[in-house]
């Protein structure tokens, strides 16, 4: 690459910085004086909205109260996490929720785009793949308000069709959907299929469109059929793809879609809906509690990071994918 | 090619075109339901007559939503709000990309490092929410705007743009006598439209849909965007624990399907555009970043 360019247009290649210190260091700042410029406003919102909450997660320790701040604050070491722990009736409903829900979502709506993505590759018609292609892609563009709000009025017992159409059909009594509690994992999850399924298949076609074409002529001719090239060549080609966004997804583990949570549950669900950020968000803005809502927030985040450290670590193991 | 087809693979071929059918059937059902549902009588959407085409079609629901100003007030309220963010995001994002793109930047890891490092670990919502408190911010637009300005992912896929930019052009407008910032504004950003097109949809899209940083943030009627009107009409009765259901409650039905479609119109006609870019935009940002 050339880097012929006029002096203090902070385009030449640094001289190896020497060992001046802060000479060096202010030299290089005049010299790409704009660039830097360029960067400020970003850097200080990383610092403000990003960084400055991190270091606010001292609160967990402290008795916090807005009037004394964050500096006036008692230290109270590990107190509300232990009031958590041992003294907060729901605590394990709570990690139980959390994991389940995940749980379920990794069992339903992880391998779901996989399929289809696989099932889209096998459509002859280009016209009617793009189409079907396109129709399955609208969900994801729904707000979560919305598509809580189609499965509210969708299943109410009393005006929602689901019901009109059980009792139709089968001569159901209407189903309390949102008020039982055994059926808030499917709800959550199937809407969740629903939005989900479409939009997901597009990283996996282009894992698929990456793949080497010849691959499928030498199966052909080693006699291999649709099913089976689909299977060898086709699925394994997605695997990378997979394995990121699995961890990815187990990054996210403790960060449920508790939007939609929030949404759709209530006191009646709580059993099987409430996770830790419902909770935390009941606890900590509603309730003002914020120094116990941080401990338990930064619990999850905690559990979160490490269960995101170890796949990839596993990854990088027994593949030769992973996220860094 | 048909001749050597064998007949578990045409099986397998109408099956998979059933299958898309029925995909297409659930994908489309609970829209084209909603759609019927809010042009039809309330009596005949309660009592289960409308099933897929609309009964008793009558356009009241729409008529009574357009004589409520808390639908005007929500809609120019989220208008405003999407527009400035975006606008703010793409300015903020590009000038934080385009620096960290130059391979040749002395600090330009550690500051990479800084932006990435927020993917994985983050101060949560309380301590998030308390810094905004700090500033001042709350019951503003900028409680809504400013704290999600930039998005590290969209950060990370316009910083790959940049880098794939033939960096002749540049250093060519440069001895012609142009400074860092022109060469950004007259000749990486005109040539980066399509990327800044994407993540603009991207966070307009979000913006548009999102309700959680209002209903933390805002408690001023004035200020409520779209779908917190929405939540508290349409799932009024599911969350019993709504701090911001003073809206009219007991609305029909038929009102709650028509403010759905009101609410999904300008993302459907958006959609096609919408599509073509964020493909696009997913493809670069999981493929290469």
Not at chain 2, 66 to 79: A, D, E, H, V
Request: hydrophobic residues 50%.
């Amino acid at each position: 690459m050339n880097h012929n360019v006029p002096a203090g247009s902070g385009y030449e290649l640094p001289t190896r910085a020497k060992k001046n210190g802060f000479r060096s260091f202010a030299s290089t700042l005049k010299k790409h004086k704009i660039l830097y410029l360029l960067m400020l406003p970003g850097i200080l919102y990383y610092l403000i909205f990003r960084y400055a909450p991190m270091y606010g997660l001292i609160i967990a320790f402290q008795d916090y109260s807005l009037g004394r701040g964050i500096f006036g604050s008692k230290f109270v070491g590990l107190k509300h996490f232990i009031e958590f722990f041992y003294y907060t009736p729901n605590a394990w409903q709570l990690i139980r929720n959390t994991v389940m829900i995940n749980v379920y979502e990794l069992l339903f709506q992880f391998p779901a785009p996989i399929l289809l993505a696989v099932l889209f590759n096998e459509l002859k018609n280009v016209l009617f793949k793009r189409f079907v292609q396109s129709i399955s892609y609208l969900p994801h563009f729904l707000s979560t308000v919305i598509i809580a709000g189609i499965v509210v009025n969708f299943l109410s017992p009393s005006t929602g069709i689901i019901n009109h159409l059980l009792s139709q059909w089968f001569g159901m009594k209407p189903i309390m959907f949102l008020g039982e509690a055994e059926w808030f994992r499917t709800i959550y999850v199937g809407s969740g299929v629903w939005q989900s399924i479409g939009w997901g298949t597009i990283l996996y076609l282009a894992a698929i469109a990456g793949i080497d074409p010849t691959l499928y002529e030498a199966a052909k001719i080693d006699g291999a059929n649709r099913f089976q090239q689909a299977r060898h060549i086709t699925f394994i080609g997605m695997v990378p793809v997979m394995i990121i966004l699995l961890i990815l997804n187990l990054g996210s583990f403790m960060e449920v879609g508790f939007q939609k949570i929030l949404l759709l549950y209530n006191p009646l669900t709580y059993e099987t809906a409430d996770v830790i950020q419902t909770f935390v968000y009941r606890r900590g803005v509603l309730s003002a509690d914020f120094s116990f809502a941080t401990a338990v927030g930064l619990f999850q985040s905690v559990f979160g990071f490490i269960l995101i450290v170890i796949a990839n670590r596993l990854a990088r193991k027994y593949s030769e994918t992973s996220l860094w | 090619m048909k001749g050597e087809m064998s007949i578990g693979s045409r099986l397998f071929d109408i099956c998979n075109v059933l299958l898309m059918l029925v995909l297409i059937a659930l994908m489309m059902y609970p829209l084209v339901y909603v759609f019927s549902a809010s042009i039809s009588s309330n009596a005949a959407v309660s009592s289960g007559q409308v099933v897929l085409w609309p009964k008793s079609i009558t356009w009241a629901a729409y008529e009574k939503l357009f004589k409520n100003p808390n639908l005007w007030i929500s809609y120019w309220n989220t208008i405003r709000y999407t527009v400035v963010q975006t606008v703010l995001t793409l300015l903020a994002t590009s000038a934080m990309a385009y620096p960290l793109a130059k391979h040749w930047l002395p600090g330009r890891r550690l500051i990479l490092l800084m932006a990435g490092f927020t993917m994985l670990f983050n101060g949560g919502l309380i301590p998030t929410f308390l810094v905004v408190n700090q500033l001042g911010m709350i019951n503003t637009m900028w409680a809504i705007v400013i704290p999600t300005l930039i998005n590290t992912w969209y950060l990370f896929i316009m910083r790959t743009f940049f880098a794939a930019l033939p960096e002749e052009v540049e250093e060519a407008a440069i001895i012609d006598g142009c400074s860092s910032f022109q060469v950004l504004t007259r000749i990486v950003l005109p040539l980066s439209l399509p990327v800044m097109v994407t993540i603009g949809l991207f966070t307009a899209v979000n913006q548009w849909n999102s309700f959680f940083d209002a209903l933390i943030y805002l408690n001023d009627r004035q200020l409520y965007p779209l779908q917190i009107m929405l939540r508290s009409i349409i799932i009024a009765d599911a969350s019993l624990e709504g701090a911001q259901s003073e809206f009219d409650t007991t609305v029909l039905v038929t009102q709650k399907y028509a403010l759905t479609i009101i609410a999904i119109l300008p993302i459907l006609f958006v959609y096609p555009f919408l599509q073509k870019y964020f493909v696009q935009g997913t493809m670069i940002g999981g493929v290469k970043g």
